[in-house]
């Protein structure tokens, strides 16, 4: 519980200027966030501390900082752009950060959709995880990203398995320029834009793990990136760990759908049991990639039986894919290969059709 009831406001704006009113006001439509308007500092009291984001305009800022409320997350003092230097007088005062408007209506408007929890961005996220090890889970995942930026989509990977040796190795950009987890570790609530920050391969841009320092994000610092990569991504897609931590509980409770890569062999029907145990309640699998090694002894329709999920596709063993994974080719790349079909399939599906922006 979060101790506020239905009746509470989710976000509050304090001013009595027009001008600055209309602009959070379009603010809030654009987050799907409908204010409550107060032209009053003093009733800004009774809301101050329950309200999940309070916007205090420079106009009333001195009133609301002689009333010393406690200090709070979400809250922000805003003007208009001319007015620089008065709004940021009133941000230590207040405890709160500085939005100039109308240049900082995309920042102001990303931030008050996290604070109420609506889902700003139109971007889709689709997690990828392995029954076992040897199921291609990482490749399908790196394969899904290029396909779809093969056809215009702006595309992030995210790597969220601390012990996978980093993904950016596995698309040859490992020597790339670029942030990678450790430089995101702390990160909370509102993030700016991840792109141009990350390494990019073929159109893909990427977020890996580190190798020569052991880090796992928490699930503050997941939430925050994929707030931010679902604003500026049409597409996200995560390679999750088979055992899921913090942050991989934080993208399967927020995947718009959730794929499991399997082998076609008894161990893999077993294996994946195990880690459909695992995932519990946290998030249903919305379908099964079956990789059919050679010589075949179970066929992919009988390993989806055995898990009870839906089979997607199949991939069979590719000797040539093996050799561009040496070499740090990018998966994907070959449009007849069975991997692109495979990610193709799987991207046609309607739970990955980009929404419209609010």
Request: with cysteine.
């Given at each position: 519980m979060n101790g506020r009831s239905q009746d509470t406001p989710r976000a509050v704006v304090v001013t009595a200027d027009?001008?600055?009113?209309?602009?959070?006001?379009?603010?809030?439509?654009?987050?799907?966030?409908?204010?409550?308007?107060?032209?009053?500092?003093?009733?800004?009291?009774?809301?101050?501390?329950?309200?999940?984001?309070?916007?205090?305009?420079?106009?009333?800022?001195?009133?609301?900082?002689?009333?010393?409320?406690?200090?709070?997350?979400?809250?922000?003092?805003?003007?208009?752009?001319?007015?620089?230097?008065?709004?940021?007088?009133?941000?230590?005062?207040?405890?709160?950060?500085?939005?100039?408007?109308?240049?900082?209506?995309?920042?102001?408007?990303?931030?008050?959709?996290?604070?109420?929890?609506?889902?700003?961005?139109?971007?889709?996220?689709?997690?990828?995880?392995?029954?076992?090890?040897?199921?291609?889970?990482?490749?399908?995942?790196?394969?899904?990203?290029?396909?779809?930026?093969?056809?215009?989509?702006?595309?992030?990977l995210i790597d969220a398995d601390p012990f996978g040796g980093g993904i950016d190795l596995l698309v040859g950009a490992e020597r790339a320029p670029g942030w990678r987890w450790p430089r995101l570790m702390a990160a909370r609530g509102h993030l700016g834009g991840l792109a141009g920050q990350l390494p990019q391969v073929d159109g893909v841009d990427v977020l890996s793990m580190a190798r020569n320092e052991w880090s796992e994000p928490g699930a503050e610092a997941m939430k925050a990136v994929l707030l931010s990569a679902t604003r500026s991504h049409d597409l996200v897609v995560v390679d999750l760990p088979r055992q899921l931590g913090s942050?991989?509980?934080?993208?399967v409770r927020r995947a718009d759908i959730m794929v499991m890569t399997a082998v076609a062999d008894l161990r893999g029907i077993a294996a994946g049991v195990g880690v459909l145990s695992h995932l519990g309640d946290a998030g249903a699998v919305a379908g099964l990639v079956v990789r059919v090694p050679r010589p075949r002894t179970v066929s992919a329709e009988t390993v989806a039986e055995g898990l009870g999920l839906p089979l997607l596709a199949r991939m069979n063993e590719d000797a040539v894919l093996r050799v561009a994974a040496e070499r740090g080719d990018p998966p994907g790349r070959a449009s007849r290969s069975g991997l692109t079909k495979a990610c193709q399939t799987v991207l046609d599906r309607p739970e990955l059709k980009v929404r419209p922006p609010l």
């Amino acid at each position: 519980m979060n101790g506020r009831s239905q009746d509470t406001p989710r976000a509050v704006v304090v001013t009595a200027d027009e001008e600055l009113l209309d602009q959070v006001l379009a603010v809030g439509a654009a987050a799907g966030v409908e204010f409550e308007v107060l032209s009053d500092a003093g009733a800004a009291r009774s809301l101050w501390a329950v309200a999940s984001a309070v916007v205090v305009g420079v106009d009333q800022a001195a009133a609301v900082a002689q009333m010393l409320l406690p200090r709070r997350a979400e809250a922000y003092v805003v003007g208009l752009d001319d007015a620089r230097d008065l709004v940021h007088a009133w941000s230590v005062p207040l405890g709160a950060a500085v939005v100039l408007l109308p240049s900082g209506v995309s920042w102001l408007t990303g931030a008050i959709a996290d604070a109420v929890g609506s889902r700003v961005g139109s971007g889709r996220l689709l997690a990828v995880v392995g029954a076992s090890g040897g199921a291609g889970t990482s490749t399908f995942a790196a394969g899904l990203a290029i396909v779809a930026a093969q056809h215009d989509q702006r595309c992030l990977l995210i790597d969220a398995d601390p012990f996978g040796g980093g993904i950016d190795l596995l698309v040859g950009a490992e020597r790339a320029p670029g942030w990678r987890w450790p430089r995101l570790m702390a990160a909370r609530g509102h993030l700016g834009g991840l792109a141009g920050q990350l390494p990019q391969v073929d159109g893909v841009d990427v977020l890996s793990m580190a190798r020569n320092e052991w880090s796992e994000p928490g699930a503050e610092a997941m939430k925050a990136v994929l707030l931010s990569a679902t604003r500026s991504h049409d597409l996200v897609v995560v390679d999750l760990p088979r055992q899921l931590g913090s942050a991989g509980g934080e993208v399967v409770r927020r995947a718009d759908i959730m794929v499991m890569t399997a082998v076609a062999d008894l161990r893999g029907i077993a294996a994946g049991v195990g880690v459909l145990s695992h995932l519990g309640d946290a998030g249903a699998v919305a379908g099964l990639v079956v990789r059919v090694p050679r010589p075949r002894t179970v066929s992919a329709e009988t390993v989806a039986e055995g898990l009870g999920l839906p089979l997607l596709a199949r991939m069979n063993e590719d000797a040539v894919l093996r050799v561009a994974a040496e070499r740090g080719d990018p998966p994907g790349r070959a449009s007849r290969s069975g991997l692109t079909k495979a990610c193709q399939t799987v991207l046609d599906r309607p739970e990955l059709k980009v929404r419209p922006p609010l």
